[in-house]
């Protein structure tokens, strides 16, 4: 039992180049999140999903698009990275349910030079 | 204005300090408060999670959730180096998809 996990770890873009984050959850959770994190700022929230095939836009969404294929994958896209997109991305899973934890997982550190 | 604001820190005491961590947040519709805890280039791990106003302990750590002021603590007794890390409230109303808005964090250290 993995938990969340993100593919890369780490990442290097030159501005408008594209890439996609990969975020793999094992607990059959049907709420997943990607937030990014800047130095000093708490999590904002880029885009979450609440099933397999459902997406919809958080806080921070411009730049970014997402997928959920499959029930245990959340893939972020950035289509044409910019410097703003340096930053940590992490992603979370949680049950269905107002009550119930975000697990998230060890994060992915992105920079756009 | 942020809906949660946490206080900034950073914060550095000796070991077996008791250290006292708040957040305020101005929407009332908030009724699960969040602690977690982050440790340098890890994810965030949930600490403790509260439901309603009242104290929650967990060791040596106690919540606390004052919904009348919309003010939220967590202390942390006999703290030890281990215990150094960001720290960061989170909150979340009964709806929105299980959605958390998050303090910016504050960075504790505790120094032997």
């Known amino acids: 039992n993995a938990g969340v996990t993100q593919t890369p770890k780490f990442r290097v873009l030159k501005t408008g180049q594209s890439m996609t984050l990969l975020c793999a959850q094992d607990?059959?959770?049907?709420?997943m999140y990607w937030y990014r994190q800047d130095p000093g700022m708490g999590l904002r929230l880029i885009h979450y999903s609440v099933g397999e095939g459902t997406t919809a836009k958080g806080e921070v969404p411009d730049g970014y698009n997402v997928s959920r294929l499959k029930k245990q994958n959340f893939l972020l896209g950035l289509e044409s990275a910019a410097p703003s997109q340096t930053s940590v991305y992490f992603c979370?899973?949680?049950?269905?349910?107002?009550?119930?934890?975000?697990?998230f997982g060890q994060g992915t550190r992105l920079t756009v030079v | 204005q942020k809906e949660v604001e946490q206080d900034p820190g950073p914060l550095s005491v000796p070991e077996g300090a008791i250290v006292s961590l708040n957040c305020t947040y101005s929407?009332?519709?908030?009724?699960?408060f969040m602690w977690y805890r982050q440790y340098s280039r890890k994810g965030p791990e949930l600490l403790m999670y509260t439901y309603s106003s009242g104290n929650k302990e967990d060791g040596r750590f106690t919540a606390q959730v004052d919904k009348s002021s919309k003010y939220i603590s967590l202390f942390i007794r006999d703290s030890q180096p281990s215990d150094s890390a960001t720290y960061l409230c989170a909150m979340k109303t009964g709806t929105n998809a299980g959605k958390s808005t998050f303090g910016d964090g504050t960075t504790l250290t505790v120094k032997p």
């Open positions: 929407n009332s519709a908030f009724q699960y």
């Open positions: 607990m059959n959770h049907e709420y």
């Open positions: 979370a899973s949680s049950l269905a349910g107002w009550d119930t934890e975000a697990f």
